[in-house]
T-cell receptor
Framework: EADIYQTPRYLVIGTGKKITLECSQT?????MYWYQQDPGMELHLIHY???????EKGDLSSESTVSRIRTEHFPLTLESARPSHTSQYLC???????????????????FGPGTRLTVL | RKEVEQDPGPFNVPEGATVAFNCTYS??????FFWYRQDCRKEPKLLMS???SGNEDGRFTAQLNRASQYISLLIRDSKLSDSATYLC??????????FGTGTRLLVSP
């Protein structure tokens, strides 16, 4: 089992509230990611980090922000929640891949159990 | 056009059947390829990586055709526990993954 944790698992909150979704991993992975997934739809990368003090926006535009002050911790914050933010948020981490002259080796991403967010 | 396309299914098969899933990707510069499994309301988990030479893990066989930009997954002797959504995943850049919408498999007794 992967040692990556997310809290809360479920959150129902009113419009306009500030929320922080927590993600932590004990595997010492440098790379961490946040994905958003609606029911029956594909995962979309919204943020990622290469390591401490590194954060990048993903492929899907998101009003959320992230921080990476410690290797093991990658929280996601919504300053003012809206109903359009209702979704499942999945955190993941991976080790550094390797690259050779002719290839890039990509390592498995381990996912946390997710946070189901409902904004009323 | 989506970067990774899969038939969403569902594929309904009896126990013991052989079933094949296909996936196409649009970015010819893609480097790494994977199949992930996602159970209902759970997180995705890596099923297997896909190599150019093809690879097998027990009842599961994955194939990659770079020329056609096509990936396949074959499941032999299906079990009830194989019921899940199978996600085709492609790495289009270092350490970033693009997920397909997934193909749902339902194995019945």
């Amino acid at each position: 089992e992967a040692d990556i944790y997310q809290t809360p698992r479920y959150l129902v909150i009113g419009t306009g509230k500030k929320i922080t979704l927590e993600c932590s991993q004990t595997m010492g992975h440098d790379k961490m990611y946040w994905y958003q997934q609606d029911p029956g739809m594909e995962l979309h990368l919204i943020h990622y980090s290469y390591g401490v003090n590194s954060t990048e926006k993903g492929d899907l535009s998101s009003e959320s922000t992230v921080s990476r002050i410690r290797t093991e911790h990658f929280p996601l914050t919504l300053e003012s929640a809206r109903p359009s933010h209702t979704s499942q948020y999945l955190c993941a981490s991976s080790e550094v891949g390797t690259s050779g002259t002719y290839y890039v080796s990509y390592n498995e991403q381990f996912f946390g159990p997710g946070t189901r967010l409902t904004v009323l | 056009r989506k970067e990774v396309e899969q038939d969403p299914g569902p594929f309904n098969v009896p126990e013991g059947a052989t079933v094949a899933f296909n996936c196409t990707y649009s970015n010819s510069a893609s480097q790494s390829f994977f199949w992930y499994r996602q159970d209902c309301r759970k997180e995705p988990k890596l099923l297997m990586s896909v190599y150019s030479s093809g690879n097998e893990d027990g009842r599961f066989t994955a194939q990659l055709n770079r020329a056609s930009q096509y990936i396949s997954l074959l499941i032999r002797d299906s079990k009830l526990s194989d019921s899940a959504t199978y996600l085709c995943v492609v790495s289009t850049g270092f350490q970033k993954l693009v997920f397909g919408t997934g193909t749902r498999l339902l194995v019945s007794p």
